[in-house]
């Protein structure tokens, strides 16, 4: 069940990548995945500790799975966003962007989360944008879903600041990568909070290359920044993100 009021999205989400996947992960060091119960607890107490919003994918592994299963009964409580494009199996990423394939990931991502809506579902884009967003029916295809109600926000996690800029024409949300190694979607960023239009971003550490807090207040002084999107499986790593990014954007 959806809040009964709509929710804005915080400052820091949590990426959910790590929760399911430890394959193909780009990360300097590798981990183990959680056991199921140890992905429980941690998915309780980010939301006991004010975390209102959650990324996962397809492309997850057993993240989608593990959400539905472990915090359904508190769906009130967080945004939720999703992915289409991309799955993952036997070590590989797999792409189709076909009305089919994008019809069959939201239904079996409602299904996995166990959820009646979507709060944001985005493109998961391996970097070739612009062809996506022009020669595919993705966009056409998710915005028949945002008109049924079953997704009520859509988007682009994307590569490239062109395709973001493609997107704005119709996207409620972009997803891009934005840290101190990487500035080249700072105008397009500017660009979408100016029209409205919610600004997330992924890899804010540089996949863990970064020093976590001057990364974190680095992300959290751009004023066009909605959220950033941390992954991490240890709950005082989300906790601190908080309070650095806290103390960042009332400077």
Known sequence: MLPDQPLSWPFISFGAFKLGRNEGAKYPQGYDLPDDAAAGRLLN????????????????????????????HRRK?????TKVGESFAAGVSTYDFSQKAVERSIEQSLRRLQTEALDLVLIHSPGNDEELLTQTPVVETLCRFRKRGDVLRIGLSGKTPAGAKLALGWADALMVEFHQQNVSHLDVMREAHEAGVIVLVKKGLASGQLDPQLAVEFVAREKSVSSLVLGTLKLENFISAQRWASHSRAT
Do not use: N
């Open 45 to 72: 107490e980010l939301l006991d500790h004010g975390c209102q919003a959650i990324d996962t994918a397809p492309a997850y592994g057993l993240s989608e799975e593990r959400i539905g299963r472990h915090l359904a």
């Open 77 to 81: 409580e967080f945004l939720l966003s």
